[in-house]
């Protein structure tokens, strides 16, 4: 609304005719440019004038209140475009655009070197001019260029695809591949089309958004049936399903992240092949991550459809026709640990990295496992001493699946080592004063010091005891003491002396 005044200062003469006279708002008046505003109210009368004067001052104040709604919306555009949403929404129109061959935005401008102040200038020039070099300013751009590459797209699908690359002399087709493949050449050219469809109308979806679309436990309550096609909404009925470890939860959101922003954030029935296709290329694609990892998100995201299936809301999972195929098994890269590479190892140990050494070797336990260890961890039941590895996320402890909670008896040479009085003389709760990551970087650099190969790391502790445990006793035992999950039919043990006895039987000539 316009400045509050008395009817004397809003009314104002000049020459014959009356004016009114409105005062623009300090916020509003870089935007209207003007710091008051005067409208005739065609009239030399007074009291004609008095009495338009309230009309005209609505209007005008109408018109301040428009500019200050424009002036918002344009602040919300700004801030959902420079928003990581808004931001991931626009990376994936872009990538989209890119691989339909459309123009893009974004584009980095080359200059070749040695260009000298002038023909860089020009070139800059000339660029800006030929090429859409920023993004869109608003969401309605963005979602005006969704429509154009949808409506290109539609014209593709409708003109369709070329097989034949002539004729023969009667005149039939000579097609680009033999006639028997021609359907599956077709199906696979339509599901290209309708993954492309698919990836740009949910991109779409997500610039029309209002609210963010993660499904979070707050918003399950307040609105039980929203967002139910969506694939965070799938993610949230096997948590609350099936209530995996928190470590899990976040390897299935990672997964599910790596899967929408390859194909965007598709509604899970309209999940493809082909979607499924282009998600395995990612994940084949990336180099940085281990074998392991890449097994790790597919498997995630695979179970969320196979949840879909077994709840009925898919008629078939979609992963049943695309495989991941086998991988490379990273942990070959892994090498067991000689008897005189821990020798020259365990030389250039002392302290605390001496014994989180000594106890993965004599254990088998993960990093993380052993760095996260406290003093109650250590009990003793029936004469027998044990580590009891624990998941409790309040406390810090995680632990990578639920087999891997478990208690480990200590072996008989840990105690000659004087393992136990080590551990209750330690300063504070914690065994030992690092985090997992933190040993990590650290036993590295012991284990290039010792003079070890590449292939031998931390991880190698854990393999060699492994190895070891394998020539002495049954994979029932050793599947217990590692924290995996055993292929067998569980057996009961019914104490743990039988697990003290085989963990006993693992020798590496130490002393």
């Keep these: 609304m316009g400045k509050t005044a008395s009817p004397t200062q809003n009314l104002m003469k000049r020459g014959e005719v009356w004016y009114a006279r409105a005062f623009v708002p300090l916020r509003l008046q870089a935007a209207v440019r003007k710091k008051e505003v005067w409208r005739s109210l ?19 104040n109408a018109s301040f209140d428009a500019v200050e709604k424009q002036l918002n919306a344009e602040a919300d555009e700004a801030t959902f475009l420079a928003s990581e949403r808004g931001r991931a929404a626009l990376e994936q129109l872009n990538a989209r655009l890119n691989s339909m061959h459309l ?3 974004g584009s980095p401008i080359n200059i070749p070197e040695g260009a000298d102040y002038a023909q860089r200038a020009f070139i800059e020039e000339a660029l800006r001019l030929i090429q859409p070099d920023t993004g869109p300013q608003s969401r309605a751009e963005a979602i005006e260029i969704c ?7 539609a014209r593709e699908r ?20 033999p006639v028997r493949h021609l359907d599956a050449v077709e199906r696979f050219i339509n599901e290209q089309f309708d993954a492309d469809e698919a990836k740009l109308r949910a991109i779409r979806d997500q610039l029309l958004a209002q609210q963010d679309t993660t499904v979070t436990k707050a918003s399950k309550q307040a609105r039980p049936g929203a967002d139910l096609g969506s694939l965070q909404a799938l993610q949230a009925l096997w948590i609350r399903t099936r209530d995996p470890a928190a470590k899990t939860q976040t390897e299935s959101r990672t997964a599910l992240t790596r899967f929408e922003r390859v194909n965007g954030p598709i509604p899970f029935r309209d999940v493809t092949p082909e979607h499924l296709r282009r998600f395995k290329a990612d994940i084949l694609g990336d180099a940085k991550i281990a074998s392991a990892t890449k097994k790790k998100q597919w498997s995630m995201l695979s179970i969320l459809f196979g949840i879909a299936r077994d709840d009925g809301l898919l008629a078939a999972n979609p992963f049943d026709s695309v495989k991941l195929g086998k991988l490379k098994d990273d942990a070959e890269a892994r090498e067991v640990l000689t008897k005189e590479d821990l020798a020259k190892l365990f030389a250039t140990l002392e302290g605390e990295e001496w014994w989180l050494v000594r106890l993965g070797l004599y254990t088998g336990a993960r990093l993380g496992e052993l760095c996260q260890l406290r003093k109650g961890d250590l009990t003793a039941e029936g004469g027998i001493t044990y580590l009891h590895i624990t998941d409790d996320p309040e406390a810090g402890k995680t632990v990578k699946t639920r087999n891997s909670v478990r208690r480990v008896p200590v072996h008989q040479q840990l105690m000659k080592d004087g393992f136990a009085d080590w551990a209750t003389s330690r300063p504070g709760d914690q065994l030992f004063s690092f985090t997992s990551a933190v040993a990590s970087k650290r036993l590295l650099r012991r284990f290039k010091a010792a003079g070890l190969s590449d292939g031998k790391v931390v991880h190698s502790l854990r393999h060699t005891f492994i190895g070891a445990a394998r020539r002495v006793m049954e994979e029932d035992y050793r599947e217990r003491l590692t924290g995996h999950k055993s292929q067998r039919v569980s057996r009961t043990y019914g104490d743990y002396s039988e697990l003290k006895q085989k963990i006993d039987l693992v020798d590496f000539e130490l002393t």
């Design 158 to 177: 409708a003109h369709g695809v070329q097989l034949a690359i002539g004729s023969d002399q009667d005149g039939e087709p000579i097609w680009c591949v």
């Design 103 to 105: 123009p893009s935005f």
């Design 147 to 153: 429509d154009n590459a949808l409506a290109e797209l």
């Design 42 to 60: 065609g009239t030399k009368d007074k009291k004609a004038a008095e009495r338009k004067l309230h009309h005209v001052l609505a209007e005008t």
